[in-house]
């Protein structure tokens, strides 16, 4: 089992000045299997420290420091509006929602970190329901642009991870 993995859940990013507290949304990512589709799967159902390395990324680009927290927060309350997955959390906490997720880098393939991602060298996080609630899904970066590494290394999550 990992260490940090009553950590999975964002309830780690607790700000007591929101009314209503923040959601918690389960944040998983699209593990290949041998045969069939991708799925989403929890972080702590991913081999290793992956599932870790992947937590502390997200802390770092979206929780780290209360300007961060805050604008995360806000994102959370309004998270049946992001569904569609035109705006990832970087474009919503970072970019304070301006810009869209495209995909030309993924070839088209919106299972993939979207182009602004990319460029920014941010975790791509879409927003999704998955078995009815409203979930996390960390895409990973088109297989193009991991120098090779395998999805252990947070080198194929993110650029110059
Ligand atoms: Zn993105």
Not at 44 to 63: K, M, P, V
Not at 101 to 125: M, P, W, Y
Request: net charge negative; proline share 4%.
């Amino acid at each position: 089992m990992h260490s940090a993995f009553h950590k999975t859940d964002v309830d780690v990013i607790d700000i007591p000045s929101t009314p209503g507290g923040i959601p918690i949304f389960e944040i998983g990512t699209l593990a290949s299997r041998a045969t069939g589709p991708e799925d989403w799967q929890p972080l702590s159902n991913l081999d290793g420290e992956t599932g870790d390395i992947i937590y502390a990324r997200f802390i770092i680009d979206f929780a780290v420091d209360e300007l961060k927290r805050m604008a995360y927060g806000r994102m959370t309350h309004n998270a049946g509006h992001h569904l569609s997955g035109d705006k990832c959390v970087n474009i919503l906490v970072r970019q304070e929602g301006c810009g869209r997720s495209t995909f030309e880098k993924a070839r088209g393939n919106f299972r993939r970190a979207c182009d602004t991602c990319i460029r920014t060298k941010r975790l791509c996080v879409q927003i999704g329901v998955i078995d009815s609630s409203i979930k996390l899904c960390v895409m990973p970066l088109p297989e193009a642009y991991r120098e090779g590494k395998a999805l252990d290394s947070i080198a194929a999550w993110v650029m110059e991870g």
